[in-house]
């Protein structure tokens, strides 16, 4: 029964059907970050009144005509992708051996879970749960009441600090292109898509780790109203000298990111 199951998820990891889940799901992904680098650059010039984070970008939506509408989409668009990377991270990678192996499918299941959570946000917004909950400041002083809190708020910083480090490091280096077919690499177009690649996948890092150093700063420091999400890393990066150009860039770069996510889509390699 096992090996049949197993034949079964290998099946559907390699179905056409599946490729046509994630490229409706990679769509869903552009939109959402074509929409946070928006309210990222509103931040910059003054209209900062949403959330500049992937939670305030559904939110704007949603108020949009027919933004219900389209917030379910992402949400659905979200679920096949983690489909995709429950799949992967259980049947794929068969080309590789040992450790590599389970890196490439731990990496997969993490994958997962990022495409969960943000669905379940675009769920909640869709059905209307107005719940705002206490954010990150409250979960990390939760946490702190835990044994070996601040070393757990110090741990999770550092991950979220590499993790957008290993962002950045994957746009500089274009290790992104391997999720782009031939012809998407290829001639002017995909000289454009390497480029939104690169700027995208930096910017997003560079705002991933940003947010990996308020936990940092809230661990070292004790004080939960240090951390925060992304929203609250972009405004400290508004209170730096310079702070309105370098919000821009950042908001330009995840707008890109949003912008590769389609042709991704277009142009799927997996």
Same mark, same amino acid.
Request: glycine letters at 16%; a positive charge.
């Given at each position: 029964?096992?090996?049949?199951?197993?034949?079964?998820?290998?099946?559907?990891?390699?179905?056409?059907? &599946?490729?046509? =889940?994630? /490229?409706? @799901? #990679?769509?869903?992904?552009?939109?959402?970050?074509?929409?946070?680098?928006?309210?990222?650059?509103?931040? =910059?010039?003054? @209209?900062?009144?949403?959330?500049?984070?992937?939670?305030?970008?559904?939110?704007?939506?949603?108020?949009?005509? !027919?933004?219900?509408?389209?917030?379910?989409?992402?949400?659905?668009?979200?679920?096949?992708?983690?489909?995709?990377?429950?799949?992967?991270?259980?049947?794929?990678?068969?080309?590789?051996?040992?450790?590599? *192996?389970?890196?490439? /499918?731990?990496?997969?299941?993490?994958?997962?879970?990022?495409?969960?959570?943000?669905?379940?946000? =675009?769920?909640?917004?869709?059905?209307?749960?107005?719940?705002?909950?206490?954010?990150?400041?409250? #979960?990390?002083?939760?946490?702190?009441?835990?044994?070996?809190?601040?070393?757990?708020?110090?741990?999770?910083?550092?991950?979220?600090?590499?993790?957008?480090? !290993? #962002?950045?490091?994957?746009?500089?280096?274009? *290790?992104? *292109?391997?999720? &782009?077919?031939?012809? @998407?690499?290829?001639?002017?177009?995909?000289?454009?898509?390497? &480029?939104?690649?690169?700027?995208?996948?930096?910017?997003?890092?560079?705002?991933?780790?940003?947010?990996?150093?308020? !936990? &940092?700063?809230?661990? !070292?420091?004790?004080?939960?109203?240090?951390?925060?999400?992304?929203?609250?890393?972009?405004?400290?990066?508004?209170?730096?000298?310079?702070?309105?150009?370098?919000?821009? =860039?950042?908001?330009?770069?995840?707008?890109?990111?949003?912008?590769?996510?389609?042709?991704?889509?277009?142009?799927?390699?997996?």
């Amino acid at each position: 029964m096992s090996m049949s199951a197993g034949l079964a998820g290998r099946k559907a990891e390699n179905s056409e059907w &599946l490729d046509h =889940a994630v /490229r409706i @799901g #990679m769509v869903a992904y552009g939109v959402v970050h074509l929409m946070v680098g928006f309210l990222a650059v509103q931040l =910059a010039l003054g @209209g900062g009144g949403t959330s500049a984070s992937q939670k305030g970008a559904l939110a704007e939506i949603a108020e949009k005509p !027919f933004g219900k509408v389209l917030v379910w989409g992402i949400a659905i668009g979200m679920v096949l992708l983690v489909v995709w990377r429950v799949l992967d991270a259980t049947f794929g990678h068969q080309e590789k051996q040992g450790a590599d *192996k389970l890196k490439a /499918r731990g990496a997969s299941a993490f994958k997962a879970v990022i495409y969960a959570v943000l669905g379940f946000t =675009a769920l909640k917004i869709a059905v209307g749960s107005q719940s705002q909950g206490g954010g990150s400041e409250t #979960m990390t002083a939760k946490v702190f009441s835990w044994p070996a809190g601040q070393l757990i708020v110090i741990g999770v910083g550092l991950a979220i600090l590499g993790y957008g480090g !290993f #962002m950045a490091w994957r746009g500089w280096t274009e *290790k992104f *292109k391997e999720h &782009l077919d031939a012809e @998407g690499k290829s001639g002017e177009t995909g000289a454009a898509y390497i &480029l939104f690649g690169r700027i995208g996948y930096i910017a997003k890092g560079i705002a991933i780790a940003l947010v990996g150093g308020l !936990f &940092l700063y809230a661990g !070292f420091t004790h004080d939960p109203k240090k951390s925060g999400g992304l929203d609250q890393a972009l405004h400290k990066v508004l209170e730096q000298p310079f702070g309105q150009l370098l919000l821009v =860039a950042i908001g330009v770069g995840i707008g890109c990111y949003g912008l590769f996510c389609f042709a991704r889509a277009r142009h799927l390699s997996r």
